[in-house]
């Protein structure tokens, strides 16, 4: 694939950071993939046992390298914010994650970071089921779970616009990146999704990219199954916290009660109804119909309340960018 035109990216400056632990046999081949338009390509090396960093000190030419080294590892996640770190020092504009396995295309960087420059987006990020005859490649496995996850991601993040949460392939706006708190970002494989909890808590907007799944010899240190609920509990915790920040701190509107009614009102009528149910077969009598339609009108409220509150949610995604605010605001 051609690169695309630089058009608005050719004044700004870009750079990719590559979190890089057992890469070593596929790292050059990323780096040589890396077109012009990028000013600066950070390796982080995650106290990688074979020496990435070291590697491709010695067999890398470019000058564009910074390599960084980590003396313990910080897994993928303390990885990439080193590297954010380091390009927010060096006054970068717009910062790129790609994988140093190979499953990544840097050909196709400049797709996400057009939104980004056009003020369309804060933060974009790979999505590789748009394309249903291409995620055939995925393991099926992997494909399950990653769908699972990216439904419960809609809950937990806010973002109900976006798809394949644990995608890699990110671009965010520099000033958006000096904004989030990186010491309470996942350093482990949950970061990508985190990432999303806390743009959502700034209100930056995220944009899906379409890109190909490719899996070739590479093996995945993530392993969905394992993760799953692990992933689901800190879930859980960033459902809450989105809640309470934006519906009960931030600002208060009609779902900030169709929320709480919802639930009590749904929760109360199943456990009135099993109550009722189980005592009548204990006791060999018949239900009461006033019992029944109390629980089932109770239950039905519930549920259309909690529909409500889900359809408020996903009317709020946001939809200005943050560092198009920012430029808003200095023009004024």
């Given amino acids: 694939m051609a690169h695309i035109t630089l058009n608005m990216t050719e004044n700004l400056k870009i750079a990719v950071v590559i979190p890089s632990y057992k890469v070593k046999n596929h790292i050059m081949k990323v780096i040589n993939q890396i077109g012009s338009e990028v000013c600066k390509i950070y390796i982080v090396d995650d106290c990688c046992p074979d020496g990435t960093g070291a590697f491709v000190k010695s067999h890398c030419v470019d000058k564009r390298i910074v390599v960084i080294k980590s003396s313990e590892n910080q897994g993928v996640g303390g990885a990439v914010i080193r590297g954010y770190k380091e390009a927010i020092k060096d006054s970068m504009d717009i910062i790129v994650k790609i994988d140093g396995d190979n499953q990544m295309d840097p050909r196709l960087l400049l797709h996400f970071v057009n939104p980004i420059v056009a003020n369309k987006a804060d933060y974009t990020k790979g999505n590789r089921f748009f394309n249903l005859e291409k995620i055939n490649t995925m393991p099926k496995l992997r494909l399950l779970g990653n769908a699972l996850l990216s439904f419960i991601t809609k809950f937990s993040s806010g973002y109900w616009n976006i798809f394949d949460p644990t995608n890699g392939y990110t671009a965010i706006h520099a000033d958006v990146a000096s904004k989030l708190p990186f010491n309470k970002i996942s350093n482990c494989y949950f970061f990508e999704t985190d990432m999303l909890f806390h743009l959502n808590i700034l209100r930056a907007v ?122 808003l605001y200095q023009s004024n």
Avoid: C
């Avoid at 969905?224 to 960033?238: A, D, E, G, P």
């Fill in 206 to 327: 995220v944009l899906d990219i379409p890109m190909d799944a490719k899996y070739d010899a590479e093996i995945s240190n993530l392993k969905i199954s394992k993760v799953i609920w692990k992933f689901f509990i800190k879930h859980i915790k960033n459902f809450s916290k989105r809640v309470f920040y934006n519906y009960y701190l931030r600002d208060m509107s009609l779902a900030s009660i169709e929320l709480p009614v919802g639930m009590f009102m749904l929760i109360y009528g199943t456990t009135y109804g099993a109550f009722n149910w189980i005592s009548s077969i204990q006791s060999e009598t018949q239900t009461p119909n006033g019992v029944i339609m109390l629980s089932s009108l109770l239950v039905i409220l519930g549920v259309q309340f909690l529909l409500a509150f889900v359809g408020y949610d996903i009317s709020s995604v946001p939809r200005i960018p943050l560092h198009h605010k920012k430029t």
